[in-house]
Nanobody, 115 residues
């Protein structure tokens, strides 16, 4: 059973930046494509960014394009999400998982953006 541990969240003002990290208990190349997901209060969890196994291709939901950057370090079994120009609507718990996601979710990391 893979364990995913997200970190790096926090409380920031609008326009600020955060860098999230996701560490896996197994080699992430065996997971394959990975993604960052988020769940805001009262809403369903959604994919916000994805990255292929090699890191050569990325995907972003329209709401974060140009502001978020997903990357991965396969040697460190870690996936990152650089978030710039944060907006209050980015407030959510952020999770990483495979893409498509497995049934095993970590605890997530809370991101709160104040206006």
């Amino acid at each position: 059973q893979v364990q995913l541990v997200e970190s790096g969240g926090g409380f920031v003002q609008a326009g600020g930046s955060l860098r999230l990290s996701c560490s896996a208990s197994i080699r992430i190349v065996t997971i394959g494509a990975m993604g960052w997901y988020r769940q805001a209060p009262g809403k369903e969890r959604e994919l916000v960014a994805g990255i292929t196994t090699s890191g050569g291709n990325t995907y972003y939901v329209d709401a974060v394009k140009g502001r978020f950057t997903i990357s991965r370090d396969n040697a460190k079994n870690t996936v990152y999400l650089q978030m710039n120009s944060l907006k209050p609507e980015d407030t959510a718990v952020y999770y990483c998982n495979g893409r498509p996601p497995s049934g095993y979710w970590g605890q997530g990391t809370q991101v709160t953006v104040s206006s």
